[in-house]
């Protein structure tokens, strides 16, 4: 099986989660939605969204320790067990929601931030409970384990609740883990990953792994306001994306 991959696939995807990681490291995620264009031009659309989630899932534990001492472990009480919920609920039902109206919402929602957070101005634009994070939780999880990564849609939430760097980048990367716990196991429940799948993603995973520690040095010499303003940009251009992906849905 692994005489039959070419390498350039496996070296591809390498490269390409170093890449996507370090972008993702110092503007707050957005990983997966760089590496759905190449992934998909490598091994398949079809292959991408587990392939994407299994690199994903094996970078994470590298960016936990790397990040371990700023994750906020009170939002994720709140976050983690619904979402886990959500994201197994999602697998069973395997629902018929029009993915392309929840993107083009999302997206919509994005783009919004500019405005919001006034160009990077204000370090809040609304004030987030940590109770809310429960209904978040199962919320995002279920939608994105039914239509794929939603993106950055989550830094909002964290920014208002006044994490700020590190620290968002930490408490977003701790609950991302334990609901890729519940993602790949329903994955493999449902036969979906394939021995080929898993070289697939341990490639990209490793990469994504590299692309972790050069992140995090960078992400060490920015300043706040220079990482909320990448972090608004990087939430604008995927609102902008998912909205371009998904606005046939309205014809």
Do not use: C
Not at 9 to 33: C, E, K, Q, R
């Amino acid at each position: 099986m692994i005489q039959a991959i070419p390498v350039w696939h496996l070296i591809g995807l390498f490269v390409t989660g170093v890449i996507a990681f370090v972008v993702s490291t110092i503007s707050g995620g957005g990983g997966a939605l760089l590496l759905i264009p190449v992934t998909s031009a490598l091994i398949g659309t079809s292959a991408a969204p587990p392939v994407i989630n299994l690199g994903t899932f094996i970078s994470r534990p590298s960016r936990l320790y790397l990040f371990w001492h700023d994750i906020d472990w009170s939002l994720i009480k709140y976050y983690v067990p619904s979402a886990i919920i959500g994201a197994w609920l999602a697998a069973l039902l395997f629902s018929r929601l029009e993915g392309g109206w929840i993107q083009l919402l999302v997206g919509v929602f994005l783009i919004s931030t500019v405005f919001q957070y006034r160009f990077g101005k204000v370090d809040k634009s609304f004030d987030m409970p940590k109770l809310g994070f429960v209904p978040l939780g199962f919320i995002t999880a279920f939608i994105s384990t039914l239509v794929g990564g939603l993106g950055p849609v989550l830094n909002p939430f964290y920014m208002n609740t006044g994490l700020k760097k590190e620290d968002l980048v930490a408490t977003k990367t701790a609950n991302s883990f334990f609901v890729g716990l519940a993602q790949i196991g329903s994955y493999a429940f449902f036969g979906v990953l394939s021995m080929q799948l898993w070289i697939y993603g341990l490639a990209l995973g490793l990469g994504a792994v590299v692309g972790n520690v050069i992140g995090k040095r960078f992400l060490a010499g920015m300043s706040i306001k220079q990482f909320r303003v990448l972090l608004i940009i990087l939430m604008v251009v995927s609102g902008v994306v998912m909205v371009a992906q998904n606005v046939t849905v309205l014809f």
